[in-house]
């Protein structure tokens, strides 16, 4: 879960002392909002509001207010009245500061109902204000709320730049609340992009802050990521405590908000270790929880997971129901809102009138009662008079906001048409790119395996032909000679098959610490009769005494055996390899070298690619798919690693790979 933290300090006011501070202050700063925990202090904001006699404070506490409805108690319809009441009333005394986070505050609450394009639009104009006044922390929770939403349009790139912006605004000003906020999302970013240490890591920096700091519903939210994570690397047994304390954390402090997501991988790592009955019932809290909430991407996540959890009982068709409800829902996320639109915007202008009105009736009776009593017969009279003015005001604001927000209702419309368009753009770019591929794999299955066809087909009719007059020495000769063919054809499949399965994400990588030094020696070892063979001469040094590897054992066997044989294939004879193990960077580093014809320009870049044709060619008739390079920086990169080629033409070629040290 993404933390769309304010960016308030950590309790200065109990709720009494609240109370007095919002009654008197008027100043016009408001950047940065109180973080509220407790119903206590939401009533405290309550009376704040109807007893203001500053905008500037009924503004202030209105936005603190809608945050607390919105992050702690889930009311997202709540919050968003309060957010526009406070930006209409500072708009009316032009109060830049109090617009800028009542405009930051409804594109949080938004963002949490799913509705992304309006949400960004309102961040980016908070952003924008904010810029504007000069206000750091401002800037820093809005660049905070637009990374959110690249993140859920699955742009990781765009969010982690816009987390990190924040998180450098952050500790510049020294909000170590906000800090881990932002050190919280940048760990999410990673953690969809699959680089799970280092989301372990920001997630853990995180935590140690917001127990300083009592923030307990940052502690929650951390350890509901931390859980996540441990989910997806299997490991369920290490997951589930930090899911439990998140729970506990979660229901002890009333942070609904957070409930459904901690519920729903309860459910997943019970899932994962097959107690499918403990799963369901945790999937089910969390789809009634989201349901109660109208939290739709809860709805969504706990639809999915009853749908698997029902499969995996044999509940077909209950599995079945589950993931058409599901589907449905996530239609909804993008229509439902072009659908109610109007109608919505409508029932929320008017809530907010009639809050508004019950405020403001309510403070001037505290106020105005001993001079009513006095002057009951002129107030009578005013009065009248006021509302026939006031009348004639409403009636004309009413229609200038009417049309306002029509043409806000067509921009926002333009805006998710161009997004539309994107988005085909970028499947039809797609769609070409897998054509491409589907030709090239077609190309190869058509080339590379028709000639070891015929041969075989060849050799196989000979022998059944003339066998009785073929020498046994010839029999054996032939089917050696076939069988060579055959193994050249399983090579060709079983790349074109690794390719495939590493982009579709199919090969499962068991991530452990070992020592690498025995596989670069098996490896050296396999290759040494081949490069025989060819007079060329294979040496091995190993320049560490510790070469102990985070990584998966059978990839990087299979990384050493694709580079070594490489180096054999492309060398000329009578020529040397050399293989080294040194350390480099905090890692371990395997250098081949060979002294062969070396890779232009122009090849390097396109020298990792699927079906590579270089220049050079191997130098014994021996034969390449151009998927086995592909095939090595895909694992490399998967172990978080990194593979380089250094060369220069006709001088030889040196393939690089760093793999973390354990």
Known sequence: ???????????????????????????????????????????????????????????????????????????????LVQAH???????????????????????????????????????????????????????????????????????????????????????????????????????????????????????????????????????????NNIGSILNKQGKFDEAQPYLGQSLQLSTEFGFIGLLPETLNLLALSYRGQSKFDSAL?????????????????????????????????????????YLQRSIAVKDSLINLENLNKTSQLKELYEAEKREQQIALQQSELSRKTIIQLILIGILVAAVGLAFWFRSLYQNKNRANAEILRQQQTLENQAMEIELANTTLHERNVL???????????LGIAAHDLKNPLASIRVTASMLQRYGGQVTPEKQHESLERILLVVERMMTIITNLLDINTLERRGIQFVIRNFDIAPLVEAAVQQYRAPAE????????????????VLADEQSVTQVLDNLISNAVKYSPHGKNIFVRLKASNGGVRVEV????????????????????????????????????????????????????????????????????RY
């Open 85 to 223: 009441g406070a930006r209409e009333i500072a708009e009316r005394g032009n109060f830049r500061m109090g617009i800028a986070a009542a405009l930051k505050n409804i594109g949080l609450v938004l963002f949490r109902q799913g509705k992304y394009v309006e949400a960004l639009e309102y961040n980016l104009q908070s952003l924008r204000m904010f810029e504007e006044l000069g206000d750091k922390k401002g800037i820093a929770g809005s660049l905070n709320n637009i990374a959110n939403v690249y993140y859920s349009f699955g742009k990781y790139a765009e969010a982690l730049q816009y987390f990190t912006q924040s998180l450098h605004i952050r500790e510049k000003l020294g909000n170590k609340e906000a800090i881990a906020g932002s050190l919280s999302n940048i760990a999410i970013v990673y953690e969809a992009l699959g680089n799970y240490p280092n989301a372990l890591t920001y997630h853990f920096k995180s935590v140690q802050i917001d127990k300083e700091l009592g923030n307990q519903s940052g502690i929650a939210s951390s350890l």
């Open 533 to 548: 063979a060819k007079q060329i001469a294979l040496h091995l040094s190993i320049e560490m005494d510790s070469s102990v």
């Open 281 to 321: 019932q945790f999937s089910s809290r969390s789809l009634v929880l989201a349901d109660s909430l109208g939290e739709q991407l809860a709805i969504k996540e706990a639809l999915n997971e009853l749908a698997i959890i029902m499969d995996s009982l044999g509940r077909h068709k209950e599995s079945l129901r």
């Open 593 to 660: 070298q060979d002294e062969g014809q070396g890779i232009s320009q122009d090849d390097r870049k396109k020298l990792f690619g699927k079906f590579a044709r270089l220049t050079a060619r191997p130098t014994g008739g021996e034969h390449s798919t151009g998927l086995g390079l592909s095939i090595v920086k895909k694992m490399v990169e998967a172990m978080n690693g990194t593979v380089w080629c250094e060369s220069e033409l006709g001088k030889g070629a040196t393939f690089i790979v760093e793999l973390p």
């Open 431 to 441: 769609l070409e790119e897998l054509d491409r591929e589907k030709n090239e794999f």
């Open 1 to 79: 879960m993404n933390r769309t933290t304010t960016n308030g300090a950590s309790f200065y006011y109990s709720h009494l002392a609240l109370l007095l501070v919002c009654a008197l202050c008027a100043s016009t700063h408001l950047s940065a909002q109180t973080i509220i925990q407790t119903p206590e202090q939401a009533d405290s904001l309550r009376r704040v509001i109807a007893a203001a006699t500053h905008d500037t404070t009924r503004v202030r506490a209105m936005n603190e207010l809608a945050w607390y409805l919105s992050e702690v108690k889930g009311d997202n319809a709540a919050a």
